[in-house]
């Protein structure tokens, strides 16, 4: 890659962006919605059909204190249910309100039809996770898209993505393309004190990166020179548009700067 056409990532960050907002509208209508109180939820008992204390009854509203279990061979499964607008939904006190147990396949799946339909899975939650993954030897949480993204995280106010690792990699990426990057990072607030990526190495290294063809490569400014104008910090560095690279020693308006090479 020679050209700084060759690495345009303008397309899809601008349809990152289109969908966050989109996340967002569906956020803030979301946000008006509450979930019934715990009282709110049993519905009306019908006592002639009642069946407390042995397994429920299918077509009648009761309750039980026995777990009902549900037997069946057949492709579709021991329960296939059909609602307008809702099919099925679990509420637990206590516990997990749908619970899924997979012995061969997946524990829980969902599919979400096309074209209308948003998502096969989805988590709400107003204080908790919305969706929580765990596992002792696999994948906590796996997403796969042969077309789209496998996993979008969107957040209005802290962090869309927390990773997390005792021992290992808190974060991995890797992408077999040669035009695509294995992370994309952007920081959109159009501010010039703005950082698309920050690297804490405490009492370690900041930064590594290695390459058979490059290390690292800086992109070039539209400007000739160390820049005139603005404020900037010290440790900065800047590649003029004749690839000349600069560093500010000394912060200020626009800083002292010092030609390298």
Same mark, same amino acid.
């Given at each position: ?12 960050? @601008?349809?990152?962006? =289109? ?5 967002? /509208?569906?956020? /803030? ?18 006592? @002639? ?10 077509? #009648? ?27 099925? @939904? *679990? ?16 524990? $829980? ?9 948003? #998502?096969?899975?989805?988590? /709400?939650?107003?204080? *908790? ?36 690792? $005792? ?6 990426? #890797? ?10 990072? /952007? ?48 440790? =900065? ?13 000394? @912060? ?10």
């Amino acid at each position: 890659m020679t050209s700084d056409d060759t690495w345009d990532f303008a397309p899809r960050l @601008t349809a990152l962006r =289109e969908q966050a907002l989109r996340l967002l /509208e569906e956020l /803030e209508r979301r946000a008006e919605l509450h979930p019934p109180a715990a009282q709110d939820i049993r519905p009306a008992q019908d006592n @002639t059909s009642a069946a407390t204390g042995s397994p429920l009854v299918a077509g #009648a509203s009761n309750s039980a204190t026995d777990t009902t279990y549900l037997d069946a061979s057949g492709a579709s499964g021991a329960l296939y249910v059909v609602g307008d607008p809702g099919g099925v @939904t *679990g509420v637990g006190f206590s516990q997990p309100g749908l619970r899924g147990y997979g012995y061969g396949s997946n524990a $829980v799946h969902g599919y979400a039809v096309p074209p209308n339909a948003q #998502a096969g899975v989805r988590g /709400e939650s107003p204080s *908790g996770d919305g969706v929580y993954g765990y596992s002792t030897q696999g994948r906590g949480t796996l997403g796969v898209s042969l077309r789209g993204i496998g996993v979008l995280a969107f957040s209005r106010d802290r962090e869309a993505l927390d990773a997390y690792s $005792v021992d290992g990699d808190g974060i991995r990426a #890797a992408t077999r393309s040669g035009a695509a990057a294995a992370v994309l990072a /952007e920081n959109g607030s159009e501010s010039p004190a703005g950082v698309a990526v920050v690297c804490l190495g405490q009492s370690g290294t900041g930064m590594y990166a290695s390459g058979a063809h490059a290390a690292i490569r800086l992109g070039r400014s539209q400007a000739v020179g160390a820049p005139t104008t603005g404020f900037h910090n010290a440790g =900065e560095l800047v590649l003029d548009a004749n690839a000349d690279l600069y560093l500010c020693k000394t @912060t200020g308006v626009p800083g002292v700067w010092k030609f390298v090479a």
